[in-house]
Structures are given as structure tokens and as C-alpha cells.
């Protein structure tokens, strides 16, 4: 079955602690993103990247981290999480160019930072 | 600056009666336009896109949609929702012609029996 898998989907974490949310696709998509979702702000970028070893900022990278290293994983890095952090992430893939703005989304991840 | 807005953050309607969400945007340059649905504790599918050609454009689930190029919009239509379409919807924008969609702030749509 095609899809995005998020890991984990639910995190409880402390200000300060190091955290990893991993994102695997199986659908060989070249693309692949991470948005945050925040009631009233609806969805904001935070990286993105086009392929492998390829990233670049989105709309709000300030304290996010990003690697690229194999094509199906895109993980999100927190080094020193902080309260405003807490958010319900995305992450998101997609075909190149010919398939535009057509992304396929994993089930997110709820994260609380205390 | 270029921006998406949906004005309506929430749209009560009951079972059967039609619906309109509204999109609108602000860009000098050409745009790439999309409905993406979110059902509860669920991810973003998408529900319909705008590229080029017939500025009606059909998605799933009975819903269409209108490009608007003078009153840069793209509202979203169904003739007669159901429950099942309780859910919240997105509007996006591709102002780069790229995969990296800005999108709006949402409208939760909740049909009522």
C-alpha cells in the first residue's frame, strides 16, 4: 500500500530534550516536505527538499533540523525543543515536476513540549 | 505579497443543501490553485487541482471547483453535501509552479442532520 508513515505519532517531551520525527514513503517520490498545522494558522512549511542530499528552508525553519540522506526518509530534527514547538506535524511527498503540487501526506504527529 | 485567504473558518449546512468554501489569493504571477480535505485525525488528501485548461475543474467525491483569474478565487462547490463531508478543507496555492503549496487557514465544514 502507497503511503507516508510518521513516527510517533503522539510525543510528550520536555523543553531542551532532543527529539527525531521520522518520515518514510514507499512511493519513490523525489519530493518530499514537512509542515506544521496550528488552529488559525492552518499549514506552514518548515523544510523541504527536492532529492536526495538536496534540502532548503520552507516558511518557518527557525529551530528545525532536516536530512536527506536516502531517498524514502525525510526525517524532522528538534535539537532544543521549545514550548512553541508544540504542534501537530505533517509530513508530505510527491512526484516531480509532472505531478505539481499533488502530495500525498502521512497521518501526523502530535507533539506537546512542556 | 502573495497570500491565500479563506474568509470562513467554519460553514455549518445541513445534509442535502448545497455549499460554497471560499478561496481567494493575491499573486502577480501565475498560480497553480488546489482543495486538499482533512477528516478527523487524518492527514491531507488531495480533493482537486487547477493547472491549466477548463477553469471548472471536478475532484472527488462530488465537489468542483471554479478558477476565477479576475476575482483571483477558487471557491469550492458541492450541489448536496453529506454527513461524510464533515470534515476541514484547504485551499493552496503554488505560486512557483513547484511542489511547495502555501496554504490557506482552513475551513471546517460540518454538515448537519
Known amino acids: 500500500e502507497a503511503q507516508v508513515t510518521q513516527n510517533p505519532r503522539y510525543l510528550i517531551t520536555v523543553t531542551g530534550k532532543k527529539l527525531t520525527v521520522t518520515c518514510s514513503q514507499n512511493?519513490?517520490?523525489?519530493?518530499m516536505s514537512w509542515y506544521r498545522q496550528d488552529p488559525g494558522l492552518g499549514l506552514r512549511q518548515i523544510y523541504y527538499?527536492?532529492?536526495?542530499?538536496?534540502?532548503d528552508k520552507g516558511d518557518v525553519p527557525e529551530g528545525y533540523k532536516v536530512s536527506r540522506k536516502e531517498k524514502r526518509n525525510f526525517p524532522l530534527i528538534l535539537e532544543s525543543p521549545s514550548p512553541n514547538q508544540t504542534s501537530l506535524y505533517f509530513c508530505?511527498?510527491?512526484?516531480?515536476?509532472?505531478?505539481?503540487?499533488?502530495?500525498?501526506f502521512g497521518e501526523g504527529s502530535r507533539l506537546t513540549v512542556l | 505579497a502573495q497570500s491565500v485567504t479563506q474568509l470562513d473558518s467554519q460553514v455549518p449546512v445541513f445534509e442535502e443543501a448545497p455549499v460554497e468554501l471560499r478561496c481567494n489569493y493575491s499573486?502577480?504571477?501565475?498560480?497553480?490553485l488546489f482543495w486538499y480535505v482533512q477528516y478527523p485525525n487524518q492527514g491531507l488528501q488531495l480533493l482537486l487541482k487547477?493547472?491549466?485548461?477548463?477553469?471548472l475543474v471536478k475532484g472527488i467525491n462530488g465537489f468542483e471547483a471554479e478558477f476565477n483569474k479576475s476575482q483571483t478565487s477558487f471557491h469550492l462547490r458541492k450541489p448536496s453535501v453529506h454527513i461524510s463531508d464533515t470534515a476541514e478543507y484547504f485551499c493552496?496555492?503554488?505560486?512557483?509552479?513547484?511542489?511547495?503549496?502555501?496554504f490557506g487557514t482552513g475551513t471546517r465544514l460540518t454538515v448537519i442532520p
Open positions: 499573486s502577480s504571477v501565475s498560480v497553480y
Open positions: 508530505a511527498s510527491s512526484f516531480g515536476q509532472e505531478r505539481t503540487g499533488e502530495l500525498f
Open positions: 487547477y493547472l491549466s485548461g477548463s477553469t
Open positions: 512511493m519513490n517520490h523525489e519530493y
Open positions: 527538499s527536492m532529492n536526495v542530499e538536496v534540502t
Open positions: 493552496a496555492v503554488s505560486f512557483t509552479g513547484a511542489n511547495n503549496l502555501f
